[in-house]
Every structure is written in structure tokens, then in C-alpha cells.
């Protein structure tokens, strides 16, 4: 029988300046919400899976999905909603519920899958701090929480990207729950810019791993898209695309030559086409190295070895799956957009500067807030207002 530590207790294990800690998760109250990543001791490198007793950016993480679709283990991404849980004991009872941040949906338990649900019909869990020892699999030690059925008999598992129950204790069945503010993930040093109504910013779609044949190209309205080399003569309008918030961490991807969308992929190994109306959103998962994976639901954008655009599981790694945004024209420091020749704009010491004009300057971050001037700027890419002109200024 496996030997559960107390909740006062805590097991440390260090990767360099990171520490990952097994610890029961603090709770969420209203107006008191705290999110988590929540990170299986599995990685996706299956052929590492008991060497791994600390975060890295392999792990799995538990994600969530529509209403009573079944819940996956994906690999953890910075600022991926969809992984983050917050938990909540219902009524003092020793039970608690797991809730998704991006659909407010809760885990909810159905042998042998696992859904996620929309809480009119609470599925409540046990959790248990454990140092992961097992008799499965002896000198192995696998510390984490474990996250059981009401019932006691099954616990959350993760194996292969799914996410099911399980009768007995694996490094699979445990758990670290780790603040999405102490996640040690690597941030891009340029991010992407959203385009807005006020201003386009057109961007080449690399795939980051392929030598030839690697952009992104729009072919026609419905036809599959494909991957080309680099124009060097003519319009290159075919291999540009604009990347547009929905306001939720998600995005529109949209074509420059036919003003169409990518696809949204609804089954494995299918080809990506671009289409006339937008179909739903895609989320940019920011991997490492200005890297990217470009992902909906349970696929992500994969360039195949025929050079076709094509869907693959959003839980897996690949080459084909790594893609670089790349802005047609570098912003710098002054760069204009539609602007007037006799007014300069440039950033001095974090602060935005105007001059050749008396007009008072609009700031706006990407993605579309107003920003104080008054005060020093934070690191990043503003877009500067001035009457009729506008002009993107980074910000060192």
C-alpha cells in the first residue's frame, strides 16, 4: 500500500534555478483565484519517463477542450490557457473540483474516459500529496499529488497524450501543480504583433527546422496550403499573413493574396486548406528559440514531407511542427506605417518622442491598449498615433 505524507509536508527537487515542489495547491475562492499549470511526472519523451523528477519543456500538462470532450496531456506551452486549472473545495467537503481557465469547464470523471464538463453536474475529486514511491515500480520515486476518483478506487492518468483513470499507482498517476507565474518558461524577445483595423503588420510563416519548401503558402480559396521557397521575383503576397487577437489569447490567421483563413482541422493527418470565413481561433504556443507551434484543439499545423500543410496531434513534437513569424519589413525605432515624412517618432530611454509636429500622440501597445507616456515604458512594440499617421516604435 502506497505510504501518502501529510499535507504539511513538501518534496523538492531543484533544475537549476527552478525548483519544482509537490504541494497540495492553494485554493480558489471568489475573488481569490489562483491558476496552475498541472504537470504530469511523464514527459513526452517516453523513452526518459523515470528520469524525469523535475519541470521541463517536455512535460505533459493537463489540458482542457470543449464540453464533454475528453481531456488530453499536451505539452506544456507558455500562456496556454487551456492548461491552466484553478481548484475549488466544494462546501468544506474534503472535495474538490478542477476548472479550466480557458472554458470555465471542470475535469470531470467518466470511466473510462475522463471529460471535461460544464458544471451542472459537479464531478468531484479527492487529492492526495504522495512522495510517489510505488510497489509497481520499486527504487523508482515519482512525488507529486494524486488526483482520485470520489469513490477512492481510480486516479487521473496520463499515457500517450490521453488522459483516463487508472487502478493502480504509476509515475503517470502524479501530479505537480505549479503557479502559471512560476512556470520557468522562455519568452519570445520579439513577439508577434496583432494586426488591427488600425494597422497591418505582415508576416512570413516559416517552418523552423526545414531547409527548402518551408514558407507558408496560399495557394487559392479551398485549395490546400502549401509549402514554397522564397519569391524573388514578383509580389511574394501568396507567403504573407496577418496574425489578429480575439481578446482571449487566441488568433485569426489571415492570408495577404486571397484575405482567407486557415482551416481548422478536424482530423488527423487531413490537408489544411485556406478558406473564405474563419472557422475558429488558433492559439500560438511559443516553444523556444522565437519558435512557435501552431495549434487548435487536439491538432497543430505540421508540414508534411510532400510539402502539404496538414494536420498532427497537438500533444506530439516534431520538426514540421516548429514555425518561425518573421515581419516583412524589421520594426525599429522610428519605423513608419502610413506615415508623414516631416514628423519623427523614436523612443529615448523608455519614454516615445514626437517631433516636427504639435499634434499630441496616440500610444497604443499591440494589442491595442492605451499606454502612459508619462511614465517609462515597459520593454516592446508600440504603435504611435499621430492625426492620420501611425508609426511602430520598439521600445529597448
Not at 500529496?129 to 499529488?145: A, R
Not at 497524450?161 to 499507482?169: C, I
Not at 519614454?351 to 504639435?358: A, P
Request: charge should be neutral; glycine fraction near 8%.
Amino acid at each position: 500500500m502506497k505510504r501518502l505524507i501529510t499535507l504539511s509536508m513538501i518534496v523538492l527537487f531543484a533544475i537549476s534555478t527552478f525548483s519544482l515542489k509537490a504541494q497540495m495547491p492553494e485554493l480558489s475562492t471568489e475573488g481569490h483565484e489562483v491558476w496552475y499549470y498541472v504537470l504530469n511526472q511523464r514527459p513526452v519523451d517516453y523513452d526518459a519517463w523515470y528520469n524525469l523528477k523535475t519541470w521541463n519543456p517536455t512535460n505533459f500538462a493537463l489540458t482542457g477542450g470543449a464540453a464533454t470532450v475528453s481531456l488530453t496531456a499536451s505539452k506544456a506551452r507558455l500562456d496556454d490557457r487551456s492548461q491552466q486549472w484553478k481548484v475549488v473545495e466544494i462546501e468544506n467537503s474534503g472535495m474538490y473540483q478542477l476548472i479550466n481557465r480557458k472554458t470555465g469547464l471542470g475535469a470531470a470523471g467518466n470511466d473510462p474516459a475522463i471529460f471535461n464538463d460544464p458544471l451542472d453536474n459537479f464531478y468531484l475529486w479527492k487529492l492526495r500529496i504522495s512522495d510517489g514511491s510505488s510497489e509497481d515500480h520499486p527504487g523508482e520515486v515519482f512525488p507529486g499529488v494524486r488526483i482520485i476518483s470520489a469513490d477512492g478506487k481510480v486516479a487521473m492518468h496520463a499515457s500517450g497524450g490521453n488522459v483516463f483513470h487508472y487502478d493502480y499507482e504509476a509515475p503517470e498517476c502524479y501530479w505537480v501543480f505549479t503557479k502559471v507565474e512560476a512556470m520557468p518558461f522562455n519568452r519570445p524577445t520579439k513577439p508577434i504583433i496583432y494586426s488591427t483595423a488600425e494597422n497591418t503588420v505582415w508576416y512570413s510563416i516559416k517552418n523552423a527546422l526545414r531547409v527548402d519548401r518551408n514558407l507558408l503558402t496560399d495557394i487559392a480559396i479551398d485549395g490546400t496550403i502549401m509549402g514554397t521557397d522564397s519569391i524573388t521575383t514578383g509580389s511574394n503576397d501568396s507567403q504573407l499573413w496577418k496574425v489578429v487577437s480575439r481578446g482571449d489569447g487566441t488568433v485569426d490567421i489571415i492570408s495577404k493574396l486571397h484575405s482567407g483563413y486557415i482551416a481548422i482541422p478536424t482530423a488527423n493527418s487531413v490537408d489544411i486548406p485556406v478558406v473564405a470565413v474563419a472557422q475558429g481561433p488558433w492559439t500560438l504556443g511559443y516553444l523556444d528559440k522565437e519558435q512557435y507551434n501552431i495549434i487548435a484543439g487536439a491538432f497543430q499545423l505540421h508540414l508534411a514531407g510532400g510539402r502539404n500543410l496538414v494536420a498532427y496531434p497537438s500533444s506530439a513534437l516534431g520538426d514540421g511542427s516548429c514555425w518561425l513569424f518573421n515581419e516583412t519589413v524589421p520594426t525599429g525605432t522610428g519605423m513608419k506605417n502610413n506615415a508623414n515624412p516631416n514628423y519623427k517618432v523614436y523612443a529615448d530611454n523608455g519614454f516615445i518622442k514626437v517631433t516636427g509636429t504639435d499634434l499630441q500622440p496616440e500610444i497604443l501597445t499591440i494589442t491595442g491598449l492605451k499606454a502612459d507616456n508619462k511614465n517609462r515604458l515597459s520593454k516592446g512594440v508600440y504603435i504611435v498615433k499621430l492625426g492620420t499617421s501611425s508609426y511602430k516604435v520598439f521600445v529597448n
